[in-house]
């Protein structure tokens, strides 16, 4: 990378969970007093983050187990927005937080990739001028018209990657999992993720294994406790990751 | 109190600007998470259509032979059958409308949507729904005696007008429910019991004064009232019935859609 261009950027970025906790005594007070009381107690998930992250850079998320990896990346893709900070993105974001998810089980998959590309926010022409490079994409072949119901995991992680992937996405999200689906499969994943990346993409890669990331990722961000404890180059923020779990 | 009225000010201004209902992309989501909704209800079942008109149909039997003992009106069947259609609609639709959002948990967690997609898919599935199954009953309809006029065109405005008022009390209930999950439960508790707190097994003329009084608290009374009117009495709906129906659904889906703007950002932590 000559220039230095940003594609994320988050300024001191507070995330919250929104829980109740005191059942429907806090109910009472809620109503009987209103604007005084609040209904959810507020628990911090993520606390003052700030971090930058460069146009075509592959950039890696090291932590723990609810450390916050998740919801940063869900914070990105716009699902959750903010209580404090700002987050500002510089293209469109694809995210793959899950493979899997919104299929619907008694649908064919043709069905499905309608279905999705909709939630996704597509448009019916923009649907119908897609389908056969999903279709293709996806390799199920005659598959695509059965039931959802009775494809196998690897199938129908084939399927929502093929959807997930379709829009040429210039930020590109990816939370664990690529490790579902057969060799042949994994492998034109991750081709098809290096070729995103080629093609000037900025990919951000979630992960508790070092090894998958350091393949891939030239710097990285440890994520600990709700915060950025560290950003540097893989190695590292790999060994400080590794330092966590020494005692 | 002037947090109330500060929230009333500000309502039609934040409902306009912060829902996409004119985005393309979202107008399809709604649609086809509807459609998808109905194409699931009817896959694999043989007789389709006819289960959602089995249950009036058995209710219908038991109300012609039970209560048509105290109610000496002319085409009571027609008077049961129509209450109980719009009924079984209002009813059902809200309960579809409450668990929307636990039923989009995983949709919700992992796509960025709005989740007024998901109250709204429900209510147009219901409305759909609710005119497939209307077709065959019109047969029905003709047959008990209905003499269709003028007023029918009523239906059609006063339909979204029942839909909204679905839709805001769904909505308050449905998000309600994700932190308490006894709404769900209690609603489906008491929603027999408002069964026979409406109009549909009897005449509200049955009553006295002061019971008529205490039927015309129910919200629900003034909407199956309306319905009595299009589709038993075919006349335009009175304007009490119509007015309050307005009202109601206005109170309703500010209600609604206020609880639901202000409490949506505590859903992914608690679904």
């Known amino acids: 990378m000559n220039s230095v261009e940003p594609m994320i950027r988050l300024t001191n970025v507070d995330i919250c969970f929104y829980v109740q906790e005191n059942g429907f005594v806090s109910m009472k007070d809620f109503l009987l007093h209103p604007g005084k009381y609040k209904l959810l107690q507020k628990s911090f998930v993520l606390k003052d983050v700030n971090l930058q992250i460069n146009k075509g850079e592959s950039f890696a998320l090291l932590g723990k187990n609810g450390s916050g990896k998740s919801t940063l990346l869900r914070a990105l893709s716009g699902i959750i927005t903010p209580d404090k900070g700002t987050i500002e993105l510089f293209g469109a974001v694809a995210p793959l937080l899950g493979l899997g998810v919104g299929l619907e089980h008694e649908l064919t998959g043709i069905e499905n990739i309608k279905l999705s590309c909709a939630l996704m926010g597509m448009t019916k022409a923009e649907i119908k001028l897609r389908l056969p490079e999903i279709i293709s994409f996806s ?84 994520v600990n406790d709700g915060t950025v404890e560290f950003v540097g180059s893989v190695k590292e923020v790999g060994e400080r990751y590794n330092h966590l779990f020494d005692n | 109190m002037s947090y109330y009225l500060k929230f009333a000010q500000n309502f039609p201004k934040a409902f306009m600007t912060k829902l996409p209902l004119f985005n393309k992309g979202f107008q399809n989501a709604v649609l086809s998470l509807a459609l998808k909704t109905i194409k699931l209800r009817y896959k694999n079942s043989f007789l389709g259509i006819f289960w959602s008109m089995l249950n009036p149909l058995i209710f219908l039997t038991i109300l012609i032979i039970v209560f048509k003992q105290i109610n000496h009106i002319e085409h009571f069947a027609l008077y049961a059958l129509t209450g109980l259609i719009f009924w079984n609609f209002i009813s059902a639709s809200i309960l579809q409308v409450l668990t929307s959002f636990i039923d989009n948990a995983s949709i919700l967690k992992s796509i960025n949507l709005h989740p007024f997609c998901f109250p709204l898919s429900a209510m147009v599935a219901a409305v759909f729904n609710l005119m497939l199954t209307l077709l065959p009953f019109f047969v029905i309809m003709f047959f008990l005696g209905y003499e269709m006029n003028w007023s029918f065109l009523a239906f059609f405005p006063f339909t979204i007008i029942t839909a909204i008022f679905v839709l805001g009390l769904g909505m ?100």
């Open chain 1, 139 to 222: 390799e199920l072949g005659e598959a695509i018209n059965w039931q959802v119901k009775r494809y196998s995991t690897g199938m129908m992680s084939r399927l929502s990657f093929s959807i997930a992937i379709i829009k040429q996405p210039e930020i590109l999200l990816i939370d664990e999992v690529l490790s579902v689906g057969d060799l042949g499969f994994q492998q034109k994943c991750m081709k098809k993720v290096m070729e995103i990346k080629n093609n000037g993409a900025t990919i951000i890669f979630v992960s508790h294994n070092f090894e998958e990331v350091s393949n891939m990722c030239t710097r990285a961000a440890l």
């Open chain 2, 172 to 271: 308050f209930m449905g998000t309600v429910n994700v932190f308490f999950r006894d709404i769900q439960l209690l609603w489906t508790t008491i929603i027999p019991a408002f069964f026979y707190f409406t109009p549909i097994a009897y005449t509200p003329e049955l009553l006295n004064e002061n019971q008529r009084f205490l039927l015309k608290l129910n919200p629900f009374y003034y909407f199956v009232e309306s319905y009595h009117d299009i589709f038993y009495r075919s006349v335009f709906p009175s304007f009490e019935n119509f007015g309050m129906s307005l009202f109601i659904a206005l109170l309703s889906i500010t209600i609604g859609y206020a609880a639901f703007n202000k409490y949506r950002k505590g859903f992914i932590s608690n679904i």
